[in-house]
């Protein structure tokens, strides 16, 4: 069976929207627009009778997600969290073996990369003009010792706010797998009952088939007996018969 109508417009969707994602990783309002739209078709695959296959669903699915996950980075304010969440991206389920996500995702992380090298080397000019600045109103005994701990200062600050990012992300994912893992112990705890209802069901089953034969044979020897005793009462009533007469 060929793929449904919706599906051939879902696909060409899907593909416009990864072409302009790697031609424009920034993702213009066009462009979100066309992957919020992704997700209701994406629904309706799902319901409608000439469904794609599961493999196919899956494969949609992690596309859809990864193109959402890489437009809600875009919106991100800091450079640096930009980077750690395309990271994360690159790990995620939505990260495909198809050619053009990955294309993606090395063209967004260069970007990204690009944008914080941008910020801390404009850090760094601004921190350097801030320092001359106090370099005039500072004495010259404690001049170099204040430009060296304003400059640390600012690169610390940096790290620190890189990490405490990592580290909520790496809660979030840990969370995430958490209820993951708790639904996959429910998942299997279901189908380990119903595979135990399913067998004390064939069970019963073949239980009630040897009852049934039983049952069977008993009418059986039951029509028989009946039989007999007919043809026995026959051939005394006409043996009876034959004497009166």
Same mark, same amino acid.
């Given at each position: 069976?060929?793929?449904?109508?919706?599906?051939?417009?879902?696909?060409?969707?899907?593909?416009?929207?990864? !072409?302009?994602?790697?031609?424009?990783?920034?993702?213009?309002?066009?462009?979100?627009?066309?992957?919020?739209?992704?997700?209701?078709?994406?629904?309706?695959?799902?319901?409608?009778?000439?469904?794609?296959?599961?493999?196919?669903?899956?494969?949609?699915?992690?596309?859809?997600?990864?193109?959402?996950?890489?437009?809600?980075?875009?919106? +991100?304010? !800091?450079?640096?969290?930009?980077?750690?969440?395309?990271?994360?991206?690159?790990?995620?389920?939505?990260?495909?073996?198809?050619?053009?996500?990955?294309?993606?995702?090395?063209? !967004?992380?260069?970007?990204?990369?690009?944008?914080?090298?941008?910020?801390?080397?404009?850090?760094?000019?601004?921190?350097?003009?801030?320092?001359?600045?106090?370099?005039?109103? +500072?004495?010259?005994?404690?001049?170099?010792?204040?430009? %060296?701990?304003?400059?640390?200062?600012?690169?610390?600050?940096?790290?620190?706010?890189?990490?405490?990012?990592?580290?909520?992300?790496?809660?979030?994912?840990?969370?995430?797998?958490?209820?993951?893992?708790?639904?996959?112990?429910?998942?299997?705890?279901?189908?380990?009952?119903?595979?135990?209802?399913?067998?004390?069901?064939?069970?019963?089953?073949?239980? %009630?088939?040897?009852?049934?034969?039983?049952?069977?044979?008993?009418?059986?020897?039951?029509?028989?007996?009946?039989?007999?005793?007919?043809?026995?009462?026959?051939? +005394?009533?006409?043996?009876?018969?034959?004497?009166?007469?």
């Amino acid at each position: 069976m060929g793929m449904s109508r919706k599906e051939i417009n879902f696909r060409r969707l899907l593909g416009q929207c990864e !072409s302009l994602a790697l031609e424009n990783p920034k993702m213009d309002w066009r462009l979100e627009k066309y992957i919020t739209a992704l997700g209701p078709i994406l629904e309706e695959l799902q319901s409608i009778p000439n469904k794609p296959k599961k493999d196919s669903m899956t494969e949609y699915i992690r596309r859809v997600e990864f193109l959402k996950g890489l437009m809600e980075t875009n919106k +991100l304010s !800091s450079p640096s969290e930009k980077v750690v969440a395309v990271q994360l991206l690159s790990h995620a389920p939505a990260a495909t073996s198809e050619t053009i996500t990955k294309e993606i995702h090395q063209k !967004s992380t260069s970007q990204f990369v690009q944008e914080l090298r941008d910020q801390l080397f404009q850090t760094d000019k601004g921190s350097e003009e801030g320092l001359r600045q106090r370099k005039q109103t +500072l004495s010259s005994d404690g001049d170099l010792d204040a430009l %060296l701990k304003y400059h640390h200062s600012m690169q610390e600050k940096i790290a620190d706010d890189m990490l405490s990012l990592t580290r909520n992300l790496k809660e979030q994912s840990m969370i995430a797998s958490a209820i993951i893992k708790k639904d996959i112990k429910t998942v299997e705890k279901s189908t380990s009952l119903a595979e135990q209802n399913m067998s004390q069901l064939k069970v019963e089953s073949e239980r %009630l088939e040897m009852h049934r034969k039983k049952a069977n044979k008993c009418w059986v020897f039951l029509v028989v007996l009946m039989v007999i005793l007919i043809f026995l009462f026959t051939v +005394l009533f006409m043996r009876a018969f034959k004497k009166r007469k």
